[in-house]
């Protein structure tokens, strides 16, 4: 089974191939394709190569992905509260995402 861990938009996410993921927002277009580059491990089939913090020879390991859409996340409210001010704010708030889906993860032989 291949999988990795990459870090994208200020998360890490362990990602395997042919599956998409939603990240924070990404300054790319949708239908582009992007190499990643942040790799702290991968797997692929029993042989593991981890970074500390990422994997510094990328020649050894490439993920391609694509960029499927942008969009925004469910809204969430904050509401706070001053006790005994009767003083209340409330907001909602919706997190701007990117759908990417992992086409590539290819491990080369050293």
């Known amino acids: 089974?291949?999988?990795?861990?990459?870090?994208?938009?200020?998360?890490?996410?362990?990602?395997?191939?042919?599956?998409?993921?939603?990240?924070?927002?990404?300054?790319?277009?949708?239908?582009?394709?992007?190499?990643?580059?942040?790799?702290?491990?991968?797997?692929?089939?029993?042989?593991?190569?981890?970074?500390?913090?990422?994997?510094?020879?990328?020649?050894?390991?490439?993920?391609?992905a694509t960029v499927l859409e942008h969009f925004k996340d469910s809204k969430i409210t904050v509401f706070k509260m001053k006790p005994k001010k009767k003083t209340r704010w409330t907001k909602g708030h919706r997190q701007a995402q990117t759908r990417i889906m992992i086409d590539k993860i290819e491990t080369k032989p050293n």
Not at 3 to 23: F, H, N, P, S
Not at 37 to 48: H, P, S, T, Y
Request: glycine share 10%; charged share 25%; hydrophobic share 35%.
């Open 1 to 64: 089974m291949k999988y990795a861990v990459i870090e994208i938009g200020g998360k890490q996410l362990l990602v395997e191939e042919g599956k998409y993921y939603a990240t924070n927002r990404l300054p790319h277009k949708a239908g582009s394709s992007l190499s990643l580059q942040r790799i702290l491990l991968c797997n692929d089939k029993g042989r593991r190569l981890v970074g500390h913090p990422y994997i510094e020879n990328l020649e050894s390991v490439e993920i391609k």
